[in-house]
């Protein structure tokens, strides 16, 4: 039986390129899944409100990020890159979004699906009340706030 890769004294020698290969696989995989996260929060023209007590979010869980931003004195809601000026969209795309999100198991202890509202500074309440009623439309309890713990981002 004839096998690769063996000097004369029959040792194997160490082969490389599966190695390689594996990496770049493994490379190109994460590159994907830290490029979707970035997209589904990192919004043009967002400004977060600070607080010093923020605490880290879980990201062990199912979730559906609603940005709202303040656009000419008026709210434009961003979920997943698209734009919605109406919140009857917003509330369609979480019910969406949930009976999507309710299939695949989450990682975390805690299994119940939530919206994550991230605010511009500059929205107004009424904006942020939209997207909690649109929330609770879905079927949704658990809603969280985004912002920094800290000047800057």
Not at 4 to 18: L, R, T, V
Not at 47 to 70: F, H, M, Q
Not at 120 to 128: T, V
Request: no cysteine; charged share 25%.
């Amino acid at each position: 039986m004839g096998g690769g890769g063996g000097g004369a004294d029959g040792d194997p020698e160490f082969q490389i390129a599966p190695m390689i290969d594996v990496l770049l696989v493994m490379l190109i995989f994460f590159m994907s899944i830290t490029s979707a996260q970035v997209i589904k929060v990192n919004v043009k023209g967002l400004n977060l409100p600070v607080s010093p007590n923020a605490l880290k979010k879980d990201n062990t869980r199912n979730e559906a990020i609603v940005n709202v931003l303040w656009v000419n004195k008026k709210p434009v809601f961003n979920i997943d890159g698209k734009e919605y000026k109406e919140i009857k969209q917003v509330a369609e795309q979480i019910k969406l979004i949930k009976k999507n999100g309710e299939r695949v198991q989450a990682k975390g202890a805690n299994q119940e699906f939530r919206v994550v509202i991230r605010g511009d500074r500059e929205a107004n309440a009424l904006s942020i009340n939209n997207v909690l009623n649109a929330a609770g439309e879905a079927g949704i309890a658990d809603v969280s706030f985004s912002v920094y713990n800290k000047e800057g981002g």
